[in-house]
């Protein structure tokens, strides 16, 4: 059964640090590009990063620069993303999902079309 599985959320004081995972199984994630999405109540899904098959591409949305990275352990079949310094505007569910093609950028082709998705995890920025 092909399937990907966030774990990771929860309740995070402003400035504080989540590490969000992405687990899949009945594939590998060696011949994917992933990325992370997030969608706040009454707001768009938003793309955050992605990173690409082999994990020598990357990409972040301007919000989250110097504040978020993402990795990947293929070894694990698992992407991470590490959340640092969050807001509370950040609250949202957290979705991670295959992408097209192998390498990461932040092209609309690449970010149009997802593939497989995760059922999404809570995100919860507040003091």
């Known amino acids: 059964q ?27 994630l060696n011949y994917y590009t992933v990325g992370w999405f997030r969608q706040a109540p009454g707001k768009e899904r938003e793309g955050v990063s992605c990173i690409g098959s082999s994990g020598s591409s990357t990409y972040y949305a301007d919000s989250v620069k110097g504040r978020f990275t993402i990795s990947k352990d293929n070894a694990k079949n698992t992407v991470y993303l590490q959340m640092n310094s969050l807001k509370p505007e950040e609250t949202a569910v957290y979705y991670c999902a295959t992408l097209r093609g192998t390498y990461c950028s932040g ?11 995760g059922q999404g995890t809570q995100v919860t920025v507040s003091s």
Do not use: D, H, I, M
């Not at 609309?108 to 998705?117: F, H, M, R, T």
């Open 107 to 117: 092209s609309k082709n690449v970010w149009a079309s997802p593939g497989y998705w």
């Open 2 to 28: 092909v399937q990907l599985v966030e774990s990771g959320g929860g309740l995070v004081q402003p400035g504080g640090s989540l590490r969000l995972s992405c687990a899949a199984s009945g594939f590998t």
